[in-house]
T-cell receptor, first 113, second 115 residues
Framework: DTAVSQTPKYLVTQMGNDKSIKCEQN?????MYWYKQDSKKFLKIMFS???????INETVPNRFSPKSPDKAHLNLHINSLELGDSAVYFC????????????FGPGTRLTVL | DAKTTQPPSMDCAEGRAANLPCNHS???????VYWYRQIHSQGPQYIIH???NNETNEMASLIITEDRKSSTLILPHATLRDTAVYYC????????????????FGQGTILTVHP
């Protein structure tokens, strides 16, 4: 059973397009996150949601819009993709905002051409 | 959250103990020390965490100095599958504030376990 799953695993697209990445967790957690890992391997948080409410927004461009239809899902929609958006995006979840352990998904590698 | 400093890379022979150091000299009294690792092409994985006492679980041991300014993650019998980037993170674990729940990853230590 996959605890945190992301689709797609790979995404290749042209500049200016709009794309979405989906994340689902079956752990019963109430908090979900999006992290971005760039080409230099730095891993940075983008957003976190607790019970479908936005908690953390780390000065991410407003082209990025997370959406949480329910506690088990946190999707990431990106408008007008730019070359600099190329990265690996990881979804994670935890039980509560102070959850000791964050469970990460396998990542989505986004390549913008 | 406090900044951490780790060596960029370390080597370890298979079957030997791997001791990964971390400095967090500006850690606050209410900040925990967390360790995560990231095996190539996978998402990060939680290993262990502690506040001031030494901790042990099935994966590793965490030794925190008495002044809490540094810690060491110990993998007692490293295997080839332990080759990964190891991240030491300090994090406040209480309600409120913009850092609540956020893990701030540094560059980590690339641990290579060789036969």
């Amino acid at each position: 059973d996959t605890a945190v799953s992301q689709t797609p695993k790979y995404l290749v697209t042209q500049m200016g397009n709009d794309k979405s990445i989906k994340c689902e967790q079956n752990l019963g957690h109430d908090t979900m996150y999006w992290y971005k890992q760039d080409s230099k391997k730095f891993l940075k948080i983008m957003f976190s949601y607790n019970n479908k409410e936005l908690i953390i927004n780390e000065t991410v461009p407003n082209r990025f819009s997370p959406k949480s239809p329910d506690k088990a899902h946190l999707n990431l929609h990106i408008n007008s993709l730019e070359l600099g958006d190329s990265a690996v995006y990881f979804c994670a979840s935890s039980l509560g905002l102070a959850g000791v352990e964050q469970f990460f998904g396998p990542g989505t590698r986004l390549t913008v051409l | 959250d406090a900044k951490t400093t780790q060596p960029p890379s370390m080597d370890c022979a298979e079957g030997r103990a791997a001791n990964l150091p971390c400095n967090h000299s500006t850690i606050s009294g209410n900040e925990y020390v967390y360790w995560y690792r990231q095996i190539h092409s996978q998402g990060p994985q939680y290993i262990i965490h502690g506040l001031k006492n030494n901790e042990t679980n099935e994966m590793a041991s965490l030794i925190i100095t008495e002044d809490r300014k540094s810690s060491t993650l110990i993998l007692p019998h490293a295997t080839l599958r332990d080759t990964a980037v190891y991240y030491c993170i300090v994090r406040v674990a209480h309600a409120g504030g913009t850092s609540y729940g956020k893990l701030t990853f540094g560059q980590g230590t690339i641990l290579t376990v060789h036969p």
